[in-house]
């Protein structure tokens, strides 16, 4: 039976990964921090020495895939036998397991997998947003090869990747990044009444559910923010694009010159244009560089504040919507960050 190593850190997070190929099976694997980082670069050479294994927190475990998947997986892929390395998912409301298919070096595809009917509603969204930018002509980015359930149940989602264990993780931004956005936004700009964008629609959202939000944040500073929203477009024709809406390395490599972008589950087609830079400049300096909120507000000065409370907005209402009252610690910790920052930028 092929040897798994299970490795844990101290965000609950679990992957689960085989001794063999172990490096390509670490492609899996995104880390943020120091420790992380030299775990991934070193951990396939020395696995075998115990010591090591110790050190590294990696547990020997035995693990294999429901027979209705690895059926499933085997006819998408074409594959008899793929191999395989399991993350559990981030713990929270919407936790998900993703797996990693590979041959040998070569990465064929990513699978996520649900028992939630609310995430599987997420594959299928992700999955309709990917056809359209396919047909607009967007490149750098995954094709669905399969969105439905497993013959047990299982909400399934698989799609293709370019990533190899030659790809770059780009923690800091880069002129691909802007080409990227740049392109995403002129291939999907569309004009549309405000009141028909997916924007306006998730303001309306949050406001009919303010009874969600923790009291982290105040709550006249949201009512204060979506009321400036609604007067700048109320009844008006904007020009809005895609917005994939978790825009950050460990969401994308960079791979033979260009950038490729996965993981589109939040994304949305009518948007404004810009938010993903805020995106990506926000979640590095917290989960990151863990900045303060003076100097997250530092750093979005530098890149230009014109629209970040447009951003701010669809954080908060993303997770309010998601949370649905029920938040922990963490989370209302994130609410109180996001309240500091609002405070400043609605002065």
Not at 218 to 226: C, F, H, I, T
């Amino acid at each position: 039976m092929a040897v798994y190593y299970e490795l844990r850190n101290a965000d609950g997070k679990v992957w689960i990964m085989p001794a063999r190929h172990l490096r390509t099976a670490m492609e899996l694997y995104q880390p943020g921090g120091p420790k992380g980082k030299l775990l991934k670069q070193f951990f396939p050479l020395l696995h075998r020495i115990g010591i090591v294994r110790r050190v590294a927190g990696a547990t020997v475990t035995a693990e294999r895939l429901p027979g209705p998947l690895a059926e499933l997986l085997r006819r998408v892929l074409g594959v008899d036998e793929p191999e395989y390395s399991i993350f559990k998912g981030t713990p929270s409301v919407h936790q998900k397991t993703t797996i990693q298919l590979f041959d040998r070096d070569r990465i064929l595809a990513y699978c996520k997998t649900t028992q939630s009917e609310e995430i599987a509603g997420l594959f299928a969204g992700e999955s309709k947003v990917l056809s359209s930018l396919e047909a607009l002509g967007v490149k750098g980015i995954p094709r669905c090869l399969y969105c439905g359930d497993t013959t047990d149940g299982l909400h399934t989602f698989v799609q293709s990747t370019e990533k190899t264990p030659h790809s770059r993780v780009l923690h800091g931004w880069t002129p691909l990044h802007d080409e990227f956005l740049a392109t995403l936004h002129s291939r999907t700009r569309r004009r549309l009444p405000y009141e028909d964008t997916d924007y306006c629609h998730t303001m309306h959202e949050l406001a009919g559910h303010l009874h969600w939000l923790p009291t982290t944040i105040d709550r006249s500073l949201v009512e204060r923010m979506l009321a400036a929203i609604e007067a700048r477009w109320s009844g008006k024709e904007v020009e809005f694009s895609a917005y994939h809406a978790d825009f950050t390395p460990w969401n994308m490599v960079e791979e033979q010159g260009r950038l490729f972008v996965f993981d589109w589950e939040y994304s949305r087609l009518t948007y404004p244009p810009g938010l993903d830079r805020y995106h990506f400049a926000t979640q590095t300096a917290i989960f990151e560089r863990h900045l303060t909120a003076g100097q997250i507000i530092e750093e979005i000065d530098s890149i230009g504040a014109t629209g970040y409370v447009l951003y701010l907005a669809d954080v908060v209402a993303r997770f309010t919507m998601r949370e649905r009252g029920r938040v922990s610690e963490s989370m209302a910790a994130s609410f109180a960050l996001w309240g500091e920052l609002l405070a400043h930028y609605l002065r």
